[in-house]
């Protein structure tokens, strides 16, 4: 460093240093704000160098138990010091650890008898990591080599605890492709669902370890509470029923205490609530009260028996500062502060003054939850925290917290008095009330500019939607998650078989990503023609038609055939494709009765129309209603008028081989007949296919604008299509076992049998419907939720769509989630 380089701290702020060279945990460089400079510490509160005092609610990211300065700590510190600060622990050891490992070995449960020292609470859960898949591989099980976890866990920053932390709305998400790849199941029930929650969790958790037991080797888990990845808490008895599992399935337990263990939770440890013992337990925070860098990983006598008889000869870890004399003479020392304290006592009147001072924000506009559990509170916002605003009101009311995404979170100290809980109360509620205020005026803001930039009234509608309970947001489905997926229409479970996907991997390898072109240029491929010819064989019609969606296939089919001065007889429950086909072809439009033939005849026979056109589906997607198909089409005969069905619920599930509807009531290839359909439901793919004579599909390539104008199809979707009619065709009792499921599930969960694969359960309210789902999510089963204008007002509803590829066990999993659900809003 050159002389103009060298800084004298003295004659530059601490601040202006900090700024230019140091870079701060999980932010950008700059900062984009600065911190607060910190002159000292002492007791529960932090100076800064302007002189301002802080109570310090975060206890130093759950360190600081025992408050900053503590006599008996600073003596150990000190004393230590005067005789020896480190030594290598490599062939050499020493009292202050020796004192320590016995200590933790007489606090933690009985099993745990090995003690493997760490320099921090990432590098505890790695050493665990490792531990876990060295004893199966000395055991000579090599394929035992994954872990399972639940979704909105943290577990520490180095490469193996990123590899368990949340996959998706983690912030390690950006490592996917380059760490291990594990075993993700739902986030546990939140731990006022109840028993029935937690059981049917434990259902599906069960599955999940019997179906990967032999490449598992161990489950990890934080107990009770799930701490940086979003301040969630779940019942003891779910860790209870955990570890019996994982005795089942011959999988080691991994519990990571590095954030709950020393009283934190109300109990020693986070598992003595639950009575049980993990085989292997990281501990770390407040093991050394938030002196010095210090974790541990424990294990029992046989882990540590067979990793060291393996291959290695022993355990393939060792830090350079591990067991650090300074820090095991400390945390000896607070041990012992703890121990003489009166700490079970005072973690629940810290957590009842915690909740009774907050629990007034549960009616603020903004919070979503308010929870406490042992020594932590936290405060749930709708929206992500304003840092700047929250911050700032906190310190004013002259409390330090620390806020991440939407939550405002304290753990204090344990030897915090009740005024000066209060005091932290107040900075939390000043800190909630600013980061709402400033998300208001955000918001606020956007509806100013929406005004100016588009209309005004945008924003009235906005509000009454949200008042009514149908404002809506894409539902995010997570790439590999393990719940079981009820909300989709993949009806034969193909998404996913090897050979649908190997079918798109091949037509993309061949055409690449795109079709490049309409249809009538460029997007035309061989894989098309191939799919039309072999699916309008499988249907029994002459031609078919692909177009890049099911709605733009009635849209373009409808508009095509008939327009102004034409008539259209439609029923009542019709998919919104066909009812906007009909709006835009400006044919007059007349909707009859669902299932009432009569009146569809009645309509074709008063008509001063000279084309008219019968409009239907031959199965109804919301109740599962089939139409009388036969019916119709001779009333459509009778009367020289032309009939589309749309099969798009159909396909794979009804009629002979899942040939539909049309085929079930014998109008395969009929004339005058146009069916159309999916290939993004049973097939698993995506696109539209209409179906009929060949002078049919000549009519649509020249008249249907949504054919002629839009892009074709993707190759790799025509690709997975025709490899998806290639397993339907191969097994034809697919739609069987499909409709089997449904009768299992629909009489599980009390509901209607229906006649195809979706399964309704009315909730009436569209508010609980959400919350309904919403349930269900959180204990692992993603269903679908129907509110207005998707079904009539007042028939909000649960949409359960099985699929053929669910065990009857599944099934049951998913009745016992979902009825749980129903009767926790009143619905059942």
Known sequence: ???????????????????????????????????????????????????????????????????????????????????????????????????????????????????????????????????????????????KRRLLTWRGGYHGDTFAPMSVCDPDGGMHAMWRGVIADQVFVPAP??????????????????????????????????????????????????????????????????????????????????VDAARVAPDIMCVGKALTGGYLTLATTLTTDPIADVISRGEAGGLAHGPTFMANPLAC?????????????????????????????????????GVADVRTLGAIAVVELDVEVDMAAATDAAVRAGVWVRPFRNLIYAMPPFIIDDADLDTLVTGITAAATASVAAAAVVAGRRRAGAGVMSAPWLADVAERTLEAGLHREPVVRRAGAAEINLASNDYLGLSSHPAVIAGAHAALDEWGAGSTASRLVAGTTAAH????????????????????????ANIGAITALVGRGDLIVSDTGAHASLIDGCRLSRARVEV???????????????RTEDRALVVTDSIYSIDGMIAPLRDYYDAAAEHGAIMLADEAHALGVRGPGGRGVAAEQGLSGAPGLVITTVASKSLGAQGGIVLGTGLLRDHLIDHARTFIFDTGLNPAAVGAAHAALRVLRGDPQMPDRLRAGVRRLASACGGDVPDAAVVSLIVGDPVAAVRAAAICREGGVFVGCFRPPSVPEGTSRLRLTVRADLDDDTLDTVAAVVTAALREVGAA
């Not at 629940?348 to 549960?362: E, M, S, T, W, Y």
């Open 1 to 143: 460093m050159s002389d103009e380089q060298e800084v004298e701290v003295d004659q530059v702020t601490i601040a202006e240093v900090d700024a230019r060279h140091v870079w701060h945990p999980y932010g950008a460089f700059p900062a984009s704000t600065r911190p607060l400079v910190v002159r000292d510490c002492e007791g529960v509160r932090i100076r800064l160098a302007d002189g301002t005092e802080l109570i310090d609610g975060m206890s130093s990211w759950w360190a600081a138990v025992h408050g900053y300065r503590h006599p008996r700590l600073d003596t150990a510190l000190a004393e230590q010091a005067g005789r020896m600060s480190h030594v290598m622990f490599g062939g050499l050891t020493h009292e202050p650890a020796a004192r320590l490992a016995a200590a933790l070995v007489e606090m933690t449960p009985e099993p745990l008898q090995k003690v493997f020292f760490a320099d921090s609470g990432s590098v505890a859960v790695e050493v665990a990591v490792k531990m876990a898949i060295q004893y199966w591989r000395s055991r000579g099980q090599e394929g």
């Open 189 to 270: 029930p939140d731990a006022r669902s109840g028993a029935a929650a937690d059981e049917a969790y434990l259902t599906m958790l069960d599955a999940q370890l019997d179906l990967r037991r032999d490449e598992l080797a161990a489950v990890i888990v934080e107990p009770v509470v799930q701490g940086a990845g979003g301040m969630r808490f779940h019942s003891p008895e779910l860790i209870a029923g955990l570890r019996r599992l994982c005795d089942v399935h011959d999988v080691l337990l991994i519990c990571d205490e590095i954030a709950t263990g020393f009283g934190r939770t109300g109990t020693l440890f986070a």
């Open 329 to 365: 003479a400390v945390a000896c020392a607070s041990l012992a502060v703890l121990e003489d304290s009166d700490w079970q006592a005072r973690v629940p009147q810290i957590g009842r003054r915690l909740a009774d001072g907050l629990a007034p924000l549960v009616d603020l506009p």
């Open 529 to 552: 023609i191939d799919f039309e010819n072999d699916i309008a064989d499988f249907l029994g019609f002459e031609a078919a038609l692909t177009f890049s969606s099911g709605y733009l």
């Open 592 to 606: 009859v009765p669902r299932g009432d033939t009569e009146a569809v005849r009645r309509a074709l026979a008063r």
